[in-house]
């Protein structure tokens, strides 16, 4: 395994997506890149009565309990929660960089060895058109020297849209690392991971390669806006607040418990960490995401997500 998630750090994620899925009246949970299906054997323990579908390129696993079915293909509409959490930041994306003379160029990589070289300037006739365009408007190096790289997110804001549209009725619920138009990282942020650590970027299979989201790309894309996860998550009831000291007193065992649901909920909420990941979310068929952020795509706390 190559990664670990919120779903990972603590249960808690899947119990606050049960509350999302149940305040609006919802009783499927369809996973997107659903991993080994960890968050939907965890929903399945908390409510055995939803219906719960993992789309996954992976195999399905051995010991997923027979209730949750398991696809490798989008299905053709759903009713209910989609879910795709750090999915769409495995989703390839071109790369653009500035040359030295100051042009923006095509990255191209060696799959092999890694090795990058410039392709094609962004404006030759061979680049598509729409590359530019997103460029333009998302990610805009007119101002940047050399060596500034954008990673055009038209991939993804095409995946999405292509999940969001299936949504008869429900919610979508994309969540990941990402950055908004004001803080996109100047030299890009592609990075790979094999076994937990972190390697060298080698598209050949045998790593997890992943760039950051362009959040509020997607959202346009699907008419969703963008909270933080830690909006979300205290909107859901989860947050790192301590029992009361009363409690350890009345009943150890459940001031115990509730006292390391605080520390793991902590760690879904900070900041500097799973809090700081966004959530792109949008409703469909009637259906209204429960959150409110200040300003469209971007979190109520005025900043970008990590
Ligand atoms: C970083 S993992 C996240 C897994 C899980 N959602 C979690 O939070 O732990 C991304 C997953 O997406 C899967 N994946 C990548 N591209 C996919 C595709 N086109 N269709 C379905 N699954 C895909 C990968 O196999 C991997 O399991």
């Known amino acids: 395994d190559h990664f670990r998630t919120s779903v990972h750090a603590s249960g808690l994620f899947a119990l606050a997506l049960l509350r999302l899925v149940r305040g609006a009246g919802l009783d499927t949970v369809v996973d997107v890149g659903a991993g080994r299906g960890e968050l939907l054997r965890h929903l399945h323990q908390l409510e055995p009565d939803l219906q719960l579908l993992g789309v996954e390129v992976a195999a399905r696993p051995a010991d997923l309990p027979a209730a949750i079915a398991w696809t490798s293909a989008l299905p053709e509409s759903v009713d209910g929660l989609v879910i795709a959490n750090e999915w769409l930041d495995n989703i390839p994306c071109h790369v653009v960089e500035v040359a030295p003379g100051g042009r923006v160029h095509v990255v191209h990589v060696d799959p092999a060895t890694g090795e990058e070289s410039l392709g094609q300037p962004l404006d030759h006739v061979t680049v598509p058109e729409s590359l530019r365009q997103w460029c333009a408007r998302w990610w805009p190096l007119d101002e940047a020297g050399p060596g500034s790289r954008a990673e055009i997110g038209t991939t993804r804001d095409a995946a999405w849209a292509d999940v969001v549209r299936r949504v008869d009725r429900g919610l979508a619920v994309a969540v990941d690392y990402g950055h908004t138009r004001g803080d996109r990282p100047p030299f890009g942020s592609l990075r790979s991971y094999r076994d937990g650590a ?109």
């Open 198 to 306: 972190e390697t060298a970027p080698l598209p050949d299979g045998s790593r997890d390669v992943t760039a950051h989201i362009a959040v509020d790309a997607i959202a346009a894309a699907v008419g969703g806006s963008v909270i933080t996860q830690r909006e979300a998550l205290h909107a859901l009831e989860v947050s790192g607040k301590r029992p009361n000291l009363d409690l350890a007193a009345a009943d150890p065992a459940g001031y115990v418990r509730r006292l390391a649901e605080a520390t793991e909920a902590t760690e879904l909420t900070a900041l500097g960490g799973l809090g700081g990941f966004c959530w792109v979310v949008s409703g469909a068929g009637g259906v209204d995401p429960p959150f409110r952020s200040a300003s469209p795509g971007i979190g109520s706390s005025g900043s970008a997500c990590e």
